[in-house]
């Protein structure tokens, strides 16, 4: 019998980069499909040929043995294709609902929208994700792991033979990876193909039933996933041996350098206090929504607050606004790279250099590319961004690379307080121990670290304490001798 979807001898090259060498994958009814890889091996660009994005250079699809040569992305959803991008594509100014059948409003005979009929099909489909916001909140006000669930939504609405989701996870917390599962699994008997791309393998070993590997553009291997084992599959990934991966640190935890006292965000968080110390990696936990990103952004003076106040102990500085925590040695990774985070169309050297730009200033910097040129070069091999050279544009990056050029980012200015929003989302495990390992570099340099984030492993396996907030305030802190999973999502969960 036919496959649902067949991939044979795919090749697709872009200037400069060869990202995908002659791949060769099918995907059954019925069948979640596992594809895995570094970042840059070439999961996504697979799959907007898929989509339709993107035509091959080379082979062919078939779709329950027809020949399939989608020419635009249309032609992939008229064909029952779903495809939910790593990077989102809501309309921000659009409603929940009018995004989730976007392209496929229902209309009276008069050609009018029918509002209610359109919110009352999406509430029912929110509630089969599990995301509790009302059909007519715009798309803007929502979070990013929020959006995720609507894109989510918006693939249920349709009739899909084949739905991809592209990391779908990368932003979930694990209430909502329960749920989300629940869903897939349930497609899933109803004879829908699905295919899960991830770099969180403890997911693929729970949802898929085969898994293949992408290493530089090629499909390395592809066995059922009984047949994988974690060694196994991160040996298949990265090709080199990894040894562990929390690597060990030994940094002296010092004076206290930043303190938070009764921080208070009217409508976000209430009465946040925190200290934090050189040399130590405090961990933010909690669900999504319970304020975690706003405190970093408030701490960083880059979100409004109605009571209390941050200081930089060591500098004897209050923090009000950003500039503040720039000039006191305080950086932010943030969590939504896209909005806040890179200007996409400039190359990586740009991106780089931008937040020490105003200390360069335009004029030496005119004057003295090289040292733009140095500070991108450290970047690109410090953590390992695979690219063409420091001159690619960020957009042309693979996910995982636009994240290390953040992180890259907010080490050229030096700082010596660092709060990270979800520093790995979407990094693949060779680059995570990476990025862990600058993490104790700076730590035993005598840096400070506040870290957000959802993949409880991270911040067990990273951090010396971890605070837990529930709804807006902080429920729980847990010191390391005490660490256990079922400890931080009691708080989490309830308080
Ligand atoms: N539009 C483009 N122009 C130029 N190069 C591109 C473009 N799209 C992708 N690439 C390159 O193709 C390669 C594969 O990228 P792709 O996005 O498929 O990786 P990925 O496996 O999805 O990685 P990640 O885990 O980081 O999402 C990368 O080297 C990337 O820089
Ligand atoms: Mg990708």
Known sequence: MAHLLEMTG????????????????????????????????????????????????????????????????????????????????????RSVAENIFLGNLPHDRLGRVRRKALNQHAKTLLA?????????????????????????????????????????????????????????????????????ISHHLEEV???????????????????PTSEWNETGLIQAMVNRPIDALFPPRHAAIGDVVLAVEGLTSAGHFEDVSLELRAGEVLGLAGLIGAGRTEVLKAIYGALPISGGRVRVQSRDVVIRAPRDAIAAGVALVPEDRK??????????????????????????????????DRLAEHAVADLRIRASGIGQTVQSLSGGNQQ??????????????????????????????????????????????LVVSSDMIELLGLCDRILIMRTGRIAGAVPRAEFSQERIMHFAALG
């Not at 872009?14 to 596992?34: M, N, Q, R, W, Y």
């Open 205 to 223: 070993f729970e949802i898929c039933d085969r898994v293949v590997v992408l290493r530089d553009g090629a499909a390395v291997e592809m066995r």
């Open 10 to 93: 795919v090749s697709k090259a872009f200037p400069g980069v060869k990202a995908l060498t002659d791949v060769s994958i099918f995907l059954d009814k019925g069948e979640v499909l596992g594809i895995v890889g570094e970042n840059g091996a070439g999961k996504s660009t697979l799959m907007k040929i898929v989509a339709g994005v993107y035509t091959p250079d080379d082979g062919e699809l078939r779709l329950e043995g027809e020949a399939f040569a989608p020419r635009q992305p249309r032609d992939s959803l008229d064909a029952g294709i779903i495809v939910i991008h790593q990077e989102l594509s809501l309309v921000p100014d």
């Open 128 to 196: 089969r994700v599990g995301l509790d916001v009302a059909p007519q909140t715009r798309v803007r006000q929502l979070g990013i792991a929020q959006q995720q669930l609507v894109e989510i939504a918006r693939a249920l609405s349709r009739q899909a033979r084949v739905i991809v989701m592209d990391e779908p996870t990368a932003t979930l917390t694990t209430a909502e990876q329960t749920i989300l599962f629940a869903t897939i699994r349930a497609l899933r008997s109803a004879g829908v193909g699905l295919v899960f």
């Open 404 to 449: 290390k050029v953040v992180i890259g980012r907010a080490l050229t200015t030096k700082p010596r307080i660092f709060l990270l929003d979800e520093p790995t989302r979407g990094i693949d495990v060779g680059a995570k121990v990476e990025v862990y390992r600058l993490i104790n570099a700076l730590a035993e340099q005598g840096a400070a670290i």
């Open 339 to 372: 909005a806040e985070g890179l200007v996409l169309p400039f190359s990586i050297r740009s991106n780089v250099a931008m937040s020490t730009l105003p200390r360069l200033s335009w004029l030496r910097t005119v004057l003295a590319p090289g040292r733009m």
